[in-house]
């Protein structure tokens, strides 16, 4: 067995392993896709593994790297106020198998790797020869199901050369729960050009003096119909707010129903003009009652926009009241509305909080957090044990 270890100048082939991925719209598809175009900018050969969506995405441009698509995502589920998918379909152990066996990658990275289908499929279909790396991306206080299948999911962990989770809060989930794992804090990263180079368009502001977005799918864990009462109290005092929300979901029918008559915009799933929207406006609103590092906020923040959110731990470990943005009580819409009047009434204290929370996360670019991940994968490759665990290829044979 060949047991090189690949030096920096090295070309890895590396397959980006995720249930979830574009024209699914969401922290993990965004950290997948920029951590791909990321590795290929050092130098290696990428191939996103994940599975069939219906839609479109509207990317800037196409991805540098390979998608390959294994099955199609089954019903979504709502699961940790989230919705939950996995890869269904006929003979997926029998493809993967294959798709290894012809690119002989060197480092196979599954992202939230305890969750099904691919994932699990993808560490007990490993070959000895790859590096198998894992990366917790979610946050959860419980979880009846994952507690059920801790013993059998902890196999899967430990069949994992190394572990990486994108924050604290991601990696105490875990824990409390009962799984025992070590982990490499690497947290999300951002296109901090994109999110620099918006264009202003006087379509999007409208007749607003301060316009809102916010950016998320539109599920029980995100609490828009607080932005929404908030909004509807400040519009009853005379302030002319507008509110832009980025994303879709199954809340869209109801959150469209309770801001009727409000200068409030659906976009839908948008991508490419997400720079754009966050140039035109004047607050980041971020409204999940769970987080663990939270993608779509460190983007608002990378715009240089203040934000409004709850104190939730994946929340705080970004933002401090008062110095990044405003932290309100969770569904609290009186007290979103006083926050939001604050910044309505002072311009600037919306570009000394803007400023800071850019600044915050200046040292969150994908190159620099892909040199970290590709840091990972070396290390792993030069320390690794001479052979894997196999109590993942044993639960395998329950797989099709």
């Known amino acids: 067995m060949d047991r090189s270890v690949p030096t920096q100048t090295t070309a890895l082939r590396v397959a980006l392993v995720s249930e979830y991925y574009y024209p699914d719209i969401g922290g993990m598809p965004e950290h997948v896709h920029q951590l791909g175009r990321a590795l290929v900018g050092r130098g290696h050969q990428v191939t996103v593994i994940t599975t069939s969506f219906p839609g479109h995405v509207d990317l800037p441009s196409d991805p540098p790297f390979?998608?390959?698509?294994?099955?199609?995502?089954?019903?979504?589920?709502?699961?940790?106020?989230?919705?939950?998918?996995?890869?269904?379909?006929?003979?997926?152990?029998?493809?993967?198998?294959?798709?290894?066996?012809?690119?002989?990658?060197?480092?196979?990275?599954?992202?939230?790797?305890?969750?099904?289908?691919?994932?699990?499929?993808?560490?007990?279909?490993?070959?000895?020869?790859?590096?198998?790396?894992?990366?917790?991306?979610?946050?959860?206080?419980?979880?009846?199901?994952?507690?059920?299948?801790?013993?059998?999911?902890?196999?899967?962990?430990?069949?994992?050369?190394?572990?990486?989770?994108?924050?604290?809060?991601?990696?105490?989930?875990?824990?409390?729960?009962?799984?025992?794992?070590?982990?490499?804090?690497?947290?999300?990263?951002?296109?901090?050009?994109?999110?620099?180079?918006?264009?202003?368009?006087?379509?999007?502001?409208?007749?607003?003096?301060?316009?809102?977005?916010?950016?998320?799918?539109?599920?029980?864990?995100?609490?828009?119909?607080?932005?929404?009462?908030?909004?509807?109290?400040?519009?009853?005092?005379?302030?002319?707010?507008?509110?832009?929300?980025?994303?879709?979901?199954?809340?869209?029918?109801?959150?469209?129903?309770?801001?009727?008559?409000?200068?409030?915009?659906?976009?839908?799933?948008?991508?490419?003009?997400?720079?754009?929207?966050?140039?035109?406006?004047?607050?980041?609103?971020?409204?999940?009652?769970?987080?663990?590092?939270?993608?779509s906020l460190i983007e608002g923040m990378a715009a240089a926009l203040p934000i409004i959110a709850h104190p939730i731990s994946g929340v705080r470990e970004l933002v401090s009241d008062g110095k990044e943005g405003l932290l309100v009580p969770l569904g609290d819409d009186r007290a979103y509305a006083e926050a939001l009047r604050a910044l309505y009434q002072s311009p600037s204290l919306r570009k000394e909080l803007g400023d800071r929370a850019r600044k915050r996360v200046e040292s969150l670019g994908w190159p620099q957090i892909a040199r970290k991940i590709e840091s990972k994968y070396l290390e792993l490759a030069k320390n690794r044990r001479s052979q894997r665990t196999s109590a993942a290829r044993d639960l395998s044979q329950a797989w099709p």
């Open 66 to 295: 390979d998608v390959v698509r294994l099955g199609r995502a089954c019903p979504p589920l709502i699961t940790n106020g989230s919705l939950s998918l996995a890869a269904i379909g006929l003979g997926l152990r029998r493809k993967l198998l294959r798709l290894f066996a012809e690119r002989r990658f060197d480092v196979i990275h599954v992202h939230a790797p305890i969750f099904p289908t691919l994932s699990l499929l993808a560490i007990s279909c490993a070959p000895d020869a790859a590096i198998v790396v894992g990366t917790l991306h979610t946050h959860f206080e419980r979880s009846p199901v994952i507690e059920l299948f801790r013993r059998p999911l902890q196999r899967y962990l430990d069949a994992l050369d190394g572990l990486i989770a994108v924050s604290d809060t991601a990696l105490r989930s875990m824990q409390r729960i009962g799984f025992s794992c070590q982990a490499e804090i690497i947290p999300n990263g951002v296109d901090l050009p994109a999110w620099q180079s918006g264009q202003v368009l006087p379509s999007l502001r409208g007749q607003a003096k301060l316009v809102l977005l916010g950016q998320a799918r539109l599920e029980p864990r995100n609490h828009f119909e607080t932005v929404i009462a908030a909004q509807r109290r400040l519009v009853h005092d005379g302030l002319a707010l507008r509110l832009h929300v980025l994303g879709d979901g199954p809340r869209r029918t109801e959150l469209q129903r309770l801001a009727h008559g409000l200068d409030t915009h659906f976009a839908g799933s948008v991508v490419a003009a997400r720079p754009d929207y966050a140039a035109s406006s004047d607050v980041f609103c971020f409204t999940a009652d769970i987080a663990s590092h939270p993608m």
